[in-house]
C-alpha cells in the first residue's frame, strides 16, 4: 500500500515477482483462459515505485471472474550499456540537474565503470520489465513484474547526494546566477 499526502511518502516494501517473457505470459493467459495482446505500454510510468496489488494469476483469475476475455501486455528487454548510453543518461541527468555532464562522468568515474561492469554480467535475453493491463468497467488494473538490473540514474544520484567539490562548486554558480536574475528584478 502506497499513501502520497504533501510530496510525503508512506510505503510498505515492495515485491515484485519477476519480470516474465513473452511465452511465459502467453501461458499464463491460456491457464485463465485469456487472449493477450502486445502493447507499447507506458513505461515512464511503470516502476518499482508502483505498487503491485495482486499475483499475476490473481489479477488473471480477477479479470476472468469480471468477464474480461483480452489482456494487454509489454515486455522490455535492455541491451547491455555502453558508453554512448552512459553519456545519453548522463545527459538527461545533467539536464533534469543543469548541471554539466561532464562534471557526472568525473565525478561518478569508478561508480560508471562499476555499473557497466555489472551490467555486462546481465542477461539481455532476460526481461527487466514485464506489464500486464486488464481493463475492468472502464477501470485498468496491473500487474508489474520486474527483475533486478543495475540502474545507472540511482547510483550517480547517490554519488551527486554524498556531493563533491566539483558538484558543489555548480550548484553554488547556479544558486547565486539565480540569485543575480532576481536582484535584477527587484
Not at 511465459?24 to 510510468?45: T, V
Request: glycine residues 6%; proline residues 3%; hydrophobic residues 45%.
Amino acid at each position: 500500500m502506497k499513501i502520497t499526502k504533501s510530496l510525503t511518502h508512506i510505503a510498505t516494501d515492495l515485491q515484485l515477482e519477476p519480470a516474465l517473457r513473452e511465452d511465459e505470459l502467453h501461458a499464463a493467459f491460456a491457464r485463465a483462459g485469456l487472449k493477450g495482446f502486445p502493447a507499447e505500454l507506458d513505461i515512464a510510468e511503470r516502476t518499482e515505485d508502483h505498487v503491485q496489488m495482486a499475483s499475476l494469476e490473481a489479477l488473471l483469475g480477477f479479470a476472468r471472474e469480471s468477464g474480461t476475455a483480452a489482456v494487454t501486455y509489454d515486455v522490455t528487454y535492455f541491451p547491455h550499456a555502453d558508453d554512448a548510453e552512459v553519456d545519453r543518461q548522463a545527459a538527461l541527468l545533467a539536464r533534469d540537474l543543469e548541471i554539466d555532464a561532464g562534471i557526472i562522468r568525473e565525478l561518478c568515474a569508478s561508480e560508471i565503470d562499476e555499473y557497466l561492469s555489472l551490467d555486462a554480467k546481465r542477461d539481455p535475453n532476460t526481461p527487466v520489465h514485464s506489464i500486464v493491463e486488464a481493463y475492468v468497467g472502464g477501470t485498468a488494473f496491473a500487474w508489474y513484474g520486474m527483475n533486478d538490473y543495475p540502474r545507472l540514474r540511482r547510483v550517480i544520484l547517490r554519488r551527486l547526494a554524498r556531493g563533491g567539490d566539483q558538484a558543489l562548486h555548480s550548484f553554488v554558480i547556479r544558486a547565486s546566477k539565480a540569485q543575480m536574475e532576481l536582484t535584477e528584478d527587484l
